[in-house]
Nanobody, 124 residues
């Protein structure tokens, strides 16, 4: 079992930045691929970014490429999502998730463990 807790969400103006954190506990964090997804009411959960267990591979949704950066610190059992140049369309609840495999990192149903989510609102 892996427990995930997100933090760092909030209200930010367009063009601003936020850094989300995902603190993990339970099983060995470094064994897991970490993903970030987001969801708005009435829509399916959307892939944002993923990072392999050692951090050597990362992937992003086209909509966030060049603006968001995923990273992890296995010594701190924490994954991060640095979000820059935020746009109103980035407004969503952001979730982190953990999975033993990296092969289907874009697919939400692949992930075994999820956090409770943190709200990000981009607006004035």
């Amino acid at each position: 079992q892996v427990q995930l807790v997100e933090s760092g969400g909030g209200l930010v103006q367009p063009g601003g930045s936020l850094r989300l954190s995902c603190a993990a506990s339970g099983r060995t964090f470094s064994n897991y691929t970490m993903g970030w997804f987001r969801q708005v009411p009435g829509k399916e959960r959307e892939f944002v970014a993923a990072i392999s267990w050692g951090g050597g591979s990362t992937n992003y949704a086209d909509s966030v490429k060049g603006r968001f950066t995923i990273s992890r610190d296995n010594a701190k059992n924490t994954a991060y999502l640095q979000m820059n140049s935020l746009k109103p369309e980035d407004t969503a609840v952001y979730y982190c998730a953990a999975d033993r495999n990296y092969s289907r990192y874009r697919v939400a149903s692949t992930y075994d463990y999820w956090g409770q989510g943190t709200q990000v609102t981009v607006g004035s």
